[in-house]
């Protein structure tokens, strides 16, 4: 998706975060063990991996968050006009995304996940049993990219992975490209697809926290976060218990 750059708030979200007591964060909580709906003391709570990290932000910066669900590409939207504070929703760097947005150091290392029929397990293991194919990936994400590594493969793109899993369920697509934890999440929980054992390379080095243009001071605060969840081995810890919630679905 093209993402062009936005003018953004003029003022550094970190002085109007700590004005409201608040951090807004955006994410597309569809997106198993980073972020998710999940039914907690019978209470529909958005839990993961990405809401722990950004529990951590905002207890370091002494204000509340909120967290607003959207679409993926809605989330950037977001983050381009200068709507909400921060966005963690499995978001890539690239450069296009770079010159609308900044970014945190990496919380997440990348790793390309596809999910196929149980049924079909055996017939996709090489990057050639997919040549043709038709593949999902979510629209606006990065997966569209990695896409272009299965020869002729045609697209097939939604805004949630929720409905990729229901097409590739219903024989609408051939495989689905995910993050391999969301991939093991899925298949975890639904004994009608797998991972596959097909290789592919990520586009960028890892996950990242979004943060408007001209937020330079809070993305500094958000990094100093990130140093400390990773000098406490806090974020090895996260994903675990992450992957954990998910499971248990």
Excluded: W
Aim: hydrophobic letters at 40%; aromatic letters at 6%; a negative charge.
């Amino acid at each position: 998706m093209t993402v062009l750059a936005g003018c953004g708030s003029k003022k550094d979200k970190y002085d109007t975060v700590l004005e409201n007591k608040k951090i807004v964060m955006a994410t597309s909580a569809d997106y198993p063990p980073f972020e998710f709906h999940k039914d907690i003391d019978g209470k529909d709570q958005i839990v993961g991996y990405d809401i722990m990290v950004a529990q951590e932000i905002a207890k370091d910066l002494g204000v509340e968050l909120e967290i607003q669900d959207m679409k993926f590409d809605v989330v950037l939207e977001s983050i381009n006009k200068g709507n909400v504070d921060m966005a963690l929703a499995g978001i890539d760097r690239s450069p296009e995304r770079e010159k609308a947005m900044l970014f945190s150091d990496i919380i997440y290392q990348a790793e390309v996940g596809v999910l196929v029929r149980a049924e079909d397990a055996d017939k996709y293991k090489a990057i050639e049993d997919l040549k043709g194919k038709k593949v999902g990936v979510q629209s606006g994400s990065t997966f569209e990219e990695v896409l272009k590594q299965i020869p002729d493969a045609q697209a097939d793109r939604l805004p949630k992975v929720n409905d990729l899993v229901l097409s590739l369920e219903t024989n609408r697509v051939d495989a689905v490209l995910v993050e391999k934890p969301v991939a093991a999440a899925y298949a975890s929980n639904n004994n009608k697809v797998t991972v596959s054992s097909i290789a592919l390379k990520p586009i960028g080095d890892g996950y990242s926290v979004a943060i408007p243009k001209g937020s330079d001071k809070l993305k500094d605060a958000i990094n100093k976060t990130i140093k400390r969840l990773k000098d406490e081995g806090k974020l090895d810890q996260f994903i675990t218990e992450a992957n954990a919630l998910s499971e248990s679905q």
